[in-house]
């Protein structure tokens, strides 16, 4: 396994050997890349294809949930994403 990639395990903590900086989200597919900085956490959501590293949305996470607009917006990109056929 490279560092900093994903296993391709399920999102179950059993299944998945992740690195600790990386978690993986309920696809399999989707990610999400964790950046504990000085003054800020941030977030990065991604995800794996094939051919591509999508990457859908960069945050600064200043709450213990995720923003239901972050989620949203991941979400939407990745329908306008998968519509355009990639």
Known sequence: MRRGFCCGGSSGA???????LVRCLASGRDHELRIND?????RL???IDSDAIVILEVFAKKTGTT?????ATC????????DAGN
């Open 38 to 42: 000085a003054g800020s956490n941030w």
């Open 67 to 71: 923003p239901k607009a972050v989620i």
């Open 75 to 82: 979400r939407k990109r990745l329908k306008e994403y998968d």
């Open 14 to 20: 059993s299944r998945c050997r992740c690195p600790s």
């Open 45 to 47: 959501v991604y995800r």
